[in-house]
């Protein structure tokens, strides 16, 4: 693994690259409140397997790419960074493989619908296509899922972004490795009032339709995670018109990268032996 920077958009994205350049290119996206280096599990063994896989920080988690006020943080922007660095990375005129968790999740699934001919594989944990989350809220089960995501109003209060962090730290319960990194990345007012932009942006968003995805899609399902329900995971496969496997996490909770790194890398893989050619 070796630790780069990605010039896009006027920012300087700080990320983690392992693999041949001249490699199948994967962008991974990380969740919140974390970092690129949630990826540290399965970057060398995507290497290995011949990809070149970037995991970038997003926007507002590193210092060369920290745009001030809510409106920079809508999901358009995010959509638009991930082009623009696949567009340094040299994958403009064809499709990379997007692999995401978490809020990561929520931008792949908006790149892939939105700009289906950049996206060669899809593969996102946690948080299912858009529309699958609307479609359960107009069902009965729309408490349940609502409950699961009310922690957002929390999030969204000005001057509680060190407290948030640290529960959601303290509430995973990962050794001091896992996170601490996350710990030094994040380390000022500055950066965690950027990261928590996300949930105060959300609202300008959150309504809009987003087109299925075509391209061949993994979503995985962390059964213990808390957010997500399982009649939206289920609806997920409504938003999926290519080849979709559906696999459930039994023990992870949201950090599932590193709860559950070697399951989910086999999968990773598998995904890419059967759909990357």
């Not at 809508?74 to 978490?102: K, R, W």
């Not at 929390?154 to 995973?172: A, H, P, S, T």
């Not at 928590?196 to 809009?208: G, I, K, L, N, V």
Request: glycine share 6%; charged share 25%.
């Amino acid at each position: 693994m070796n630790r780069i920077q990605i010039k896009a958009r006027g920012f300087t994205f700080d990320a983690w690259s392992a693999g041949p350049k001249k490699g199948p290119l994967i962008l991974l996206l990380h969740g919140l409140p974390r970092t690129s280096w949630e990826w540290h599990h399965q970057l060398p063994k995507l290497s290995e397997a011949g990809f070149r896989a970037v995991a970038p920080d997003l926007r507002g988690y590193c210092p060369g790419a920290r745009p001030e006020g809510v409106e920079a943080y809508v999901i358009d922007e995010f959509v638009q960074d991930i082009l623009a660095i696949a567009d340094q990375l040299g994958y403009t005129d064809h499709p990379f493989h997007l692999m995401a968790t978490s809020i990561g999740s929520s931008i792949a699934w908006w790149l892939a619908g939105n700009f289906p001919q950049r996206v060669a594989t899809l593969a996102c944990i946690n948080v299912p296509h858009h529309m699958a989350l609307l479609e359960v809220m107009k069902t009965k089960k729309a408490d349940k899922l609502r409950k699961g995501f009310s922690y957002f109003a929390d999030f969204r209060k000005d001057g509680m972004e060190l407290e948030n962090f640290e529960g959601v730290l303290k509430r995973i319960g990962l050794p001091a490795e896992e996170t601490n990194p996350y710990r030094e990345a994040l380390n000022n007012e500055e950066a965690l009032r950027a990261v928590f932009h996300w949930y105060r942006a959300m609202p300008s968003w959150a309504s809009r339709p987003l087109k299925p995805v075509v391209m061949p899609t993994l979503y995985i399902w962390p059964r213990n995670v808390g957010n997500v329900t399982q009649e939206a995971a289920e609806a997920n496969a409504h938003y999926v018109k290519g080849p979709y496997r559906f696999e459930i996490l039994e023990v992870a909770l949201n950090f599932a990268l590193q709860m559950e790194p070697e399951k989910i890398t086999r999968l990773l893989l598998k995904h890419l032996e059967e759909h990357a050619q």
